[in-house]
């Protein structure tokens, strides 16, 4: 198989929506294959991460420039969602373990050990999740996934199939327009005592619109786009450590109805400490949710959405309207 990361990445606003979408597509490629053997090693769980983001971006691509990639891609994007929910798993538990290193540094000695139960239950689920991605990487579907896609990428966008041909400055508007008017929809609702779902909605959806600001930024409308990016990228990490701690607490109650018994009451105890802090922290990143929201809302985006259309090119003329009119029929005889 051919290196991706070597295949130029370069975007230019001459470019058709096709051609931008399988230049992403061929850039996250190269760095999902990249981190694959360090995925299976096991030994860095940075390389899992990144595989994994990867995977994210690469569905991303695929879903925001849809209407403008052959039908085939849409396959693609569902065998990498199966490989990207079997990488999550194993990525998840590693998030827990490495946060219950840091919870252990908060307690006395004596609490702290209680703590070490906890840690086994997860990681004997974290062995279990990694034989099942093991599984997922060393099967034949796998293999023929990253072996039709990159074939379907080399190819490149197929010039019969006429909505990839559309320069990429007529489209690029819309497609980060009505991602960005999603958020705001969602982000002009919540409130301090939404329900944890909003908040997890509006960060899957925030995820989109950054997604499309980064696609169309390096390139194409350049620094006023990454900078916008960037305000989305504060808001999305401020809504992710949010459902981090959601999750987090979800899992630990799991974890104590499932284990309890096994636990022991020092254990739990500490578990429940755990779990209050955790919901301390959510309280106060919803606190600091409208700081950082707050400049999604404000003029930075008209200046950008201002940009785009500018650069947008005037739609092709219509052929003039015939004066001619046609011959009345006579009087009736």
């Not at 360090?38 to 991460?49: A, N, P, V």
């Not at 409308?221 to 987090?248: C, N, W």
Request: glycine residues 6%.
């Amino acid at each position: 198989m051919m290196n991706w990361l070597s295949w130029p990445p370069d975007i230019s606003p001459a470019m058709t929506a096709g051609e931008v979408a399988f230049a992403v597509m061929r850039k996250h490629f190269g760095v999902f294959l990249a981190n694959e053997p360090g995925t299976r090693m096991g030994d860095d769980m940075e390389f899992l991460h990144d595989m994994r983001v990867a995977a994210r971006r690469l569905r991303a691509a695929m879903q925001a420039f849809r209407p403008f990639l052959p039908p085939r891609i849409e396959r693609f994007r569902l065998g990498l969602g199966w490989v990207a929910a079997a990488l999550g798993e194993v990525r998840d538990l590693d998030v827990q373990l490495e946060r219950m290193e840091e919870w252990r540094s908060h307690f006395p000695p004596e609490r702290a050990a209680a703590l070490r139960a906890v840690e086994d239950v997860l990681g004997q689920r974290r062995q279990v999740a990694r034989k099942r991605m093991l599984l997922v990487l060393d099967s034949r579907r796998y293999e023929r996934i990253c072996e039709g896609f990159a074939r379907a990428l080399r190819e490149g966008p197929p010039k019969s199939f006429a909505p990839g041909r559309v320069p990429i400055l007529s489209v690029a508007p819309d497609m980060v327009e009505r991602r960005y008017r999603r958020v705001r929809k969602l982000g002009d609702a919540v409130r301090k005592d939404s329900p944890p779902e909003v908040y997890h909605t509006l960060r899957i959806d925030a995820k989109k619109l950054r997604y499309a600001l980064e696609f169309v930024g390096n390139g194409i409308y350049g620094k006023p786009a990454i900078e916008f990016s960037a305000r989305v990228t504060a808001m999305q990490d401020v809504l992710g450590l949010h459902q981090d701690a959601y999750v987090a607490m979800d899992l630990l109650q799991e974890v104590a109805d499932s284990s309890g018994r096994k636990l022991g009451p020092g254990t739990l105890m500490a578990m429940g400490s755990i779990t209050e802090r955790y919901r301390l922290d959510a309280i106060d990143l919803r606190a600091k949710f409208p700081g950082v929201y707050r400049p999604i809302a404000g003029d930075e985006w008209k200046r950008l959405l201002k940009l785009m259309e500018r650069e947008r090119p005037a739609p092709p003329a219509q052929a003039p309207v015939s004066r001619v009119r046609a011959a009345r029929p006579g009087p009736a005889v």
